[in-house]
């Protein structure tokens, strides 16, 4: 099985410039509060720039992956991971998917 690809994630570091995306991504409103239609806009104008991507090797036994649910910013290395995880991100922790 081929373990190499490209990573692409929302670089949270670019979302100051994009309030609504940022309230929406981490939850900081409830839904029923949020302006869908500002969310929608600021994506189609963001476009691409409030992403990264990263070449990476994949460890195929990881490749299953639960709801994300809420999210908070890694203290060691500034992305995003789902809370249940913990105080920091897996790969902080020593246990990424990347090979």
Known sequence: MK??????????EKLEKWPEIKTW???LKPKKEQDLQAILDQIREAGDAIMTLQKVKVDPKTLHRP???KV?????CGETYPVRDGERC????????YL
């Open 3 to 12: 373990n190499t690809g490209v990573r692409v994630y929302l670089d949270t």
């Open 90 to 97: 897996k790969a902080c922790r020593g246990e990424s998917p």
């Open 25 to 27: 991504f981490f939850k």
């Open 72 to 76: 908070a910013v890694c203290p060691g």
């Open 67 to 69: 709801k994300l649910g």
